[in-house]
């Protein structure tokens, strides 16, 4: 395919003779070889910053970042309710005064003890499939 058929639409804009100065000197400074180079990177990287894109990496990754922190922020509630939940459990159960925080610090303590423990039993039990869908 030749290099004008891929590029089938154009676009025009007029532009003061001071940004067209400042157009060439950009140009010039970064060594493309025509106005039209130019003005084709510079429109990429423009719609590459745009987060609104839809389609663009940028929108993915904000996206992405913005859901991740949702997902942070509904295991942190669910975390502290089930605390306090399980602490008025055993509160009532065992007549002994377990508050949320407390039983929520002891098992932050036991699993960075045991983590790499519960993850190596937690591998060993997955079936093979999924093992393999991990590693690739």
């Known amino acids: 395919m030749t290099r004008q058929r891929r590029r089938s639409v154009r676009v025009?804009?007029?532009i003061t003779p001071e940004l067209?100065?400042?157009f060439q000197q950009v140009r010039i400074a970064k060594r493309y070889?025509?106005?039209a180079d130019l003005m084709r990177a510079a429109l990429r990287a423009y719609l590459q910053?745009?987060?609104d894109q839809v389609a663009s990496k940028r929108y993915f990754n904000v996206?992405?970042?913005r859901r991740l922190s949702?997902?942070?922020w509904h295991l942190t509630v669910i975390t502290t309710l089930l605390a306090h939940a399980l602490a008025m459990l055993i509160s009532?159960?065992?007549g002994q005064k377990l508050s949320p925080e407390k039983l929520l610090d002891q098992s932050i303590r036991l699993a960075a003890e045991?983590?790499?423990g519960l993850t190596k039993q937690l591998e060993a039990s997955q079936p093979d499939e999924e093992k393999s869908e991990l590693i690739e």
Request: charged share 25%.
């Open 20 to 22: 067209y100065t400042l």
């Open 70 to 72: 949702q997902v942070d």
């Open 33 to 35: 070889e025509s106005d």
């Open 12 to 14: 025009y804009a007029r």
């Open 63 to 65: 996206s992405m970042q």
């Open 49 to 51: 910053k745009q987060s």
């Open 92 to 94: 009532s159960v065992s």
């Open 114 to 116: 045991k983590h790499s």
